[in-house]
């Protein structure tokens, strides 16, 4: 992390006073810092059917249809449009872009398991997506041109009917700043903000994830669902006759409660979820195996002369039950704990480190599954 992306505080400090707690402007946080895709490259992503994109427009003159959203892939058509104030966002910048990747793992003084992807947005004068307000934490830095952001902690949180994207019905600022290049803001959850363009520029937000109990809870007992293993039949030797016999009586519901108090679980469980559900990668990734893997001696060379990187889509994590990669637990040698661990905190390893076979046998399952490379493309 370099010294200056939180203005020369201390990550210590910065989670203790700012967290989740009060937003924070550092001016030059990035020196020199005009982003990492050109326009045309940022245009591009945004007409590719492989990326998440959202275009929006406001149209101030259309009561009750201000605000227009387009969901990718665009066209470079609407992309040159001049009359309205509009703008473009791309998702997942990290997963297609190296120096996207880089800059997302600048924050991760916050836990990687937070961490969700980098987002720039593209606009011209006058545009951006209107006040609102986010679930997640939010660092937006600055790339070209100046952003002007309105920001407010305001309780009243309704948001205008009918709108396609969520709008804040009554917004009030209580801080007003433009930002430049290499400026960057901090937001907590849940403050309403708003950033227009003054001229055309770009923002990158560094966001987070924040999963609901209902999501957790839902996805848990998904996973649950696989693993649980029940043993008993339903049994009434003692069946009495009944009055009514449509009635489900209250044995019946006795004996299937103490059934279901079978559904148990423990702590190592919910490690093993979240290493799992917190690695997955969403829906719409799908790794690139090589063609022509490098056979195990060939990517000894190659791992000894260049190091290895993961994959940008890659998810490597590790908790107090093991080490999870995209979705699955992973099988190691125990003598490779620290090595792994390293790899999973750097994303990388430099070239002529020192490996054991079992973990060089490892790394090369990843390079044939696509999960990581030699690293000659990533520095
Ligand atoms: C933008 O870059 O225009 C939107 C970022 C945000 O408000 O979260
Ligand atoms: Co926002």
């Known amino acids: 992390m370099m010294k200056t992306l939180l203005g020369g505080m201390s990550p210590r400090q910065f989670l203790e006073d700012y967290w989740q707690k009060k937003p924070l402007l550092v001016r030059q946080a ?24 959202r275009y929006v427009r406001y149209l101030p003159d259309s009561p009750g249809s201000e605000w227009v959203l ?24 990290n997963l297609w872009v190296p120096a996207g990747d880089a800059l ?64 804040l019905k009554h917004f009030t600022p209580a801080h007003d700043w433009i930002l430049e290049p290499g400026d960057l803001l901090y937001l907590p959850p849940h403050w309403a903000h708003n950033g227009t363009a003054i001229g055309e520029c770009t923002t990158y937000s560094i966001g987070f994830r924040s ?60 490690a093993a979820f979240v290493g799992e559900y917190l690695t997955e990668p969403k829906s719409h990734i799908f790794f690139d195996p090589p063609e022509k893997p490098l056979s195990r001696k ?46 999973a905190h750097h994303r990388k390893v430099a070239a002529g480190t020192p490996f054991s076979d079992t973990f060089v046998d490892l790394l090369h399952q990843w390079h044939e599954d696509g999960f990581g490379h030699p690293a000659t493309d990533h520095g």
């Open 30 to 53: 990035v020196p020199g810092f005009t982003g990492v895709v050109s326009r045309d490259e940022l245009f591009d992503l945004a007409c590719d059917e492989d990326v998440e994109s």
């Open 70 to 93: 387009e969901r990718g892939p665009q066209t470079r058509g609407r992309l040159r449009g001049k009359r309205q104030p509009w703008t473009v966002l791309v998702q997942g910048l």
């Open 104 to 167: 997302l793992h600048q924050f991760d003084f916050i836990p990687q398991a937070r961490l969700d992807d980098l987002m720039v947005s593209y606009a011209v004068d006058g545009g951006g997506v209107g006040p609102h307000f986010d679930n997640y934490d939010v660092f937006l830095l600055q790339g070209i041109g100046k952003r002007r952001w309105q920001i407010a902690d305001q309780e009243d949180r309704t948001l205008v009917e009918d709108a396609p994207l969520r709008i």
């Open 211 to 270: 999963p609901t109990a209902q999501e957790l809870g839902a996805e848990f007992l998904g996973w649950m669902q696989e693993r649980i293993c029940l043993d008993g039949l339903y049994a009434d030797p003692d069946l009495e006759l009944q009055d009514n016999s449509a009635e489900i009586g209250p044995k019946m519901i006795d004996q299937i409660e103490r059934m279901l108090a079978g559904i148990t679980w423990s702590r190592k469980e919910v």
């Open 298 to 343: 060939r990517f000894d060379a190659a791992l000894k002369k260049h190091g290895f990187a993961l994959d940008a889509r890659s998810l490597l994590l590790w908790n107090e039950t093991g080490f999870y990669l995209n979705g699955e637990p992973l099988d190691f040698d125990p003598s490779d704990r620290e090595a792994l661990a390293a790899l």
